[in-house]
């Protein structure tokens, strides 16, 4: 029986196909899905003309576009009107704000009007009490589905604290006495508590070098394998698009990549021999563990 030179190259055409979609099925099985959105997650601080307005062009904004302003703080009111006069130099618009509450954090509309925002802000507070708020409540599922569908979500101090899964509290669990800046590197001293989940592998602290809060990220990071820490500065900010964070703003970010092997000594010290610590300046980019 002789076979056509039409059957031949249909029948080839057929396998490569099929050959392609496997590849392609196999690869893309493996792959977590990367969301949209775009991070910016700021180290408290004043925020200068360069920093806003990134943040206004990385989200893509235009005008009739809304920009939702989460505010945990305790004088929520003056928090709102100082974010509204700053967004508004810059949009000519007024943004709205959400006071996260137990009431207003279980309001379908309020999430609803948030999740059609196109930046979502993060203000500064107290990043367990807004935890405690959300939780067990449709904030945090609406928070993470804003994100993977596009949303800028932008947060500053407690607001980038709360952005990663594992999240610092600040509290040492040795003493019942909070203090910005820890005075030991102990196994086990920093709280961790639950994040919003924005990012997976990272523990994230603000104020970093301007509070010298090396010791509170280290304890984490030795207390926690697996989880880089992100120390980022007042006035300075990471730009996290896919796996990449981008630094912006006026000082620095610090890095430390976990480490394969601790050493444990007397009293809950913690140590380790092989360290990773990168010190990144504005305009440098590195690769961020989701």
């Avoid at 997976?200 to 394998?225: E, G, K």
């Avoid at 360290?275 to 305009?283: A, H, K, T």
Wanted: charged residues 20%; aromatic residues 6%.
């Amino acid at each position: 029986m002789k076979i056509s030179v039409a059957n031949k190259t249909s029948a080839f055409i057929l396998v490569i196909t099929i050959l392609l979609i496997c590849c392609t099925s196999k690869n893309t099985s493996h792959n977590p899905k990367i969301a949209k959105g775009t991070l910016v997650i700021i180290g408290g601080g004043n925020r200068d003309t360069t920093l806003m307005q990134e943040l206004i062009n990385v989200s893509g904004w235009k005008q009739g576009d809304w920009i939702s302003i989460a505010t945990m703080a305790s004088r929520w009111d003056s928090a709102y009107l100082s974010m509204n006069n700053e967004f508004r130099f810059y949009t000519k618009s007024n943004v709205r704000c959400i006071r996260i509450d137990s009431i207003t954090v279980k309001n379908k509309l309020v999430l609803d009007s948030m999740r059609q925002s196109k930046i979502i802000y993060l203000t500064g507070g107290d990043q367990s009490v807004f935890m405690n708020h959300i939780r067990g409540t449709a904030f945090k599922k609406m928070i993470n589905g804003a994100y993977q569908s596009g949303v800028t979500i932008a947060g500053t101090s407690a607001g980038a604290a709360l952005m990663s899964e594992r999240m610092l509290t600040g509290n040492q669990l040795e003493s019942k006495e909070y203090t910005s800046t820890v005075k030991v590197i102990h196994n086990g001293n920093m709280e961790i508590a639950e994040g919003l989940g924005l990012l997976s592998n990272v523990i994230i602290d603000q104020h970093f070098i301007v509070r010298s809060r090396t010791n509170r990220l280290l304890s984490a990071v030795l207390s926690n394998q697996g989880l880089d820490g992100i120390g980022i500065d007042e006035s300075t900010a990471i730009i996290i698009r896919d796996t990449t964070a981008r630094v912006a703003g006026l000082s620095q970010v610090m890095v430390y990549r976990s480490p394969n092997q601790l050493t444990h000594g007397k009293n809950k010290l913690v140590g380790t021999p092989q360290l990773n610590l990168s010190v990144y300046l504005p305009g440098e980019k590195f690769i961020i563990k989701h």
